[in-house]
């Protein structure tokens, strides 16, 4: 199950390089956006949802017909898939992201399976946790909630305080809990955004 996280951190890195290169050297197509959406819904939808799955078959112990509840873990597979088709046609979310993005959401559940491993593992052996992170983040892919993207078109201070703000708190973090603590990573970055379309909607009343 590590491995499988790795690899899934390994694809969201691939997923922003090719998006940077992609930019820099400004070659887009349609059929390359499609065929990158296709490629994320295996990295960050059915991967991460397999995980899923065996974290929560893990937990369901020796429940009758526990394995089907282990497999309520898939919709993540389908919001992701809905939430990548929905991203492909909304033409608000060129600078930034309405819901979570599915690299952000394999992430999270990437965390978990690190924590799994660790000593501090009470959470991920709750169903009843693990269940409720199905449906929320499931539900997070597909909400109408605006997230601020980590893409730099400058690097002055001004237009990127958000985002090098979120840099510093997620790099300590991540010195401090290691690969567990990239959980932590993306509900900051939730937090974050929250806080900023609130302080958006106060300054334009």
């Known amino acids: 199950m590590d491995l499988a996280a790795y690899f899934i951190l390994i694809a969201a890195v691939f997923d922003f390089l ?3 290169t992609a ?6 197509s349609e059929l390359g956006k499609q065929l990158d ?3 994320d819904v295996v990295s960050f939808g059915v991967a991460p949802a397999s995980i899923m799955y065996a974290l929560l078959l893990s937990a369901v112990g020796i429940i009758p017909f526990g394995w089907l509840i282990a497999l309520s873990a898939y919709i993540i597979a389908v919001f992701s898939a809905l939430r990548l088709a929905k991203f492909n046609i909304d033409t608000r979310q060129s600078d930034s992201f309405i819901g979570l993005p599915t ?3 394999a992430i999270f559940i990437c965390s978990l399976a690190f924590i799994s491993l660790s000593d501090n593992h009470f959470l991920t ?3 009843i946790f693990l269940l409720a992170v199905t449906v929320v983040f499931s539900l997070l892919l597909v909400a109408e909630l605006p997230l601020f993207s980590l893409k730099f078109k400058s690097f002055d201070w001004k237009s990127n305080k958000i985002r090098y703000i979120f840099v510093v708190f997620s790099s300590l973090i991540l010195v401090i809990l290691h ?6 990573v ?3 970055y939730i937090i974050i955004s929250v806080i900023t379309n609130i302080k958006n909607v106060n300054a334009s009343t």
């Open 37 to 39: 959406s296709l490629a």
């Open 103 to 105: 690299p952000a959401n």
């Open 125 to 127: 052996d709750s169903m």
């Open 23 to 28: 930019r820099l050297l400004k070659a887009y």
């Open 179 to 184: 690969l567990a603590g990239l959980s932590l």
């Open 18 to 20: 090719d998006g940077f």
């Open 186 to 188: 993306i509900l900051l």
